[in-house]
């Protein structure tokens, strides 16, 4: 009689997303939305001047500075999501806390405003090695929308689509073909792999849908 092999199945080329939430985050995002709406509200004096390819509609985007900013709500949100970013390359790289001090984080952080039908199409972020996004206000999304303004992200995988039958249809995460949605809640920040596509599904609710988002590669503090 013949003997089933023991097969041995590994996760490979897998892709890193965190997420946390900053805690108590009512009186920093009540904070963050009025400034950022302050702002948008000045005309083009914030706004980023220089067009990226990145097909957006409906969305107010500004300059990439917003981290360097003196208020005190930008400078707490900085601290919370330069930290959180530190933990997460320290975890997963191994790092010993001596190896992490004699990094520093260089960035380019924006915001968004987005309103009824705005979305961003798909990209990536390929001169960073992390990006995150974090949630100032999700807006008032209705149920009859389920994907509304929801961070997607698609399998970076290109050839695991190009023949499909009843053997991998069906396969289980981490090994399926779907893509992967987040539905941002206020003081939500997911930290990703900066060459990971992604994109904001139309946003169909009211009020605004409010998010910082920004990326970050690191370097020697010696340079």
Not at 56 to 72: C, D, Y
Not at 98 to 104: A, D, F, I, V, Y
Not at 148 to 164: K, W
Request: hydrophobic share 40%; charged share 20%; net charge negative.
């Amino acid at each position: 009689m013949t003997t089933t092999p023991k097969i041995n199945i590994t996760s490979a080329f897998a892709s890193p997303i965190a997420a946390t939430y900053l805690s108590d985050c009512e009186r920093l995002n009540a904070e963050l939305k009025a400034l950022f709406l302050s702002r948008e509200h000045e005309g083009e004096r914030y706004r980023k001047q220089l067009k990226t390819p990145t097909l957006q509609v409906n969305i107010f985007e500004s300059e990439f500075e917003l981290f360097r900013w003196p208020e005190p709500a930008v400078q707490e949100l900085y601290q919370f999501c330069m930290q959180s970013l530190m933990k997460v390359v320290m975890q997963l790289n191994r790092y010993e806390p001596e190896q992490m001090r004699k990094l520093e984080i260089r960035d380019h952080t924006w915001f968004h405003i987005t309103r009824f039908g705005g979305y961003i199409a798909n990209h990536n972020h390929p001169m960073a090695s992390w990006s995150g996004v974090y949630c100032v206000a999700a807006g008032e999304n209705p149920p009859e929308w389920p994907d509304s303004g929801v961070l997607r992200f698609l399998n970076p995988r290109a050839g695991s689509f190009m023949y499909l039958d009843h053997g991998n249809a069906n396969l289980q995460s981490p090994f399926d073909n779907s893509s992967l949605n987040f539905r941002l809640q206020p003081g939500q920040l997911i930290l990703f792999p900066s060459y990971l596509d992604h994109e904001v599904a139309p946003f169909f609710g009211s009020d605004e849908r409010i998010t910082v988002a920004f990326n970050a590669w690191f370097r020697d503090t010696v340079e």
